[in-house]
């Protein structure tokens, strides 16, 4: 996907259920929440590209999982 989308530039949606991916490929991650799917955050990802599988040692990008697992787990308190 990073290949296809470093070639032609365009803008692509891609629906990942895990937060790691979604972190290495998307520059904006945008959280749902259970049926029915409503938008619970949008994070913006200013990781530096190219990214690999390398960037989960940052702590850019610890900082970043963890402020999604935060956002989503904040949807189910009541």
């Given at each position: 996907i990073l290949d296809i989308w470093n070639r032609k530039k365009i803008t692509?949606?891609?629906i990942s259920h895990d937060i790691e991916e979604a972190i290495i490929l998307g520059d904006r991650i945008i959280l749902?929440?259970?049926r029915p799917g409503t938008i619970i955050g949008?994070?913006?990802?200013?990781?530096?590209?190219?990214?690999d599988h390398s960037i989960i040692q940052t702590q850019e990008f610890f900082n970043l999982k963890k402020q999604a697992i935060q956002m989503f787990?904040?949807?189910f308190e009541t």
């Open positions: 692509a949606i891609f749902l929440s259970k949008i994070l913006e990802n200013k990781l530096e590209r190219p990214r787990n904040s949807s």
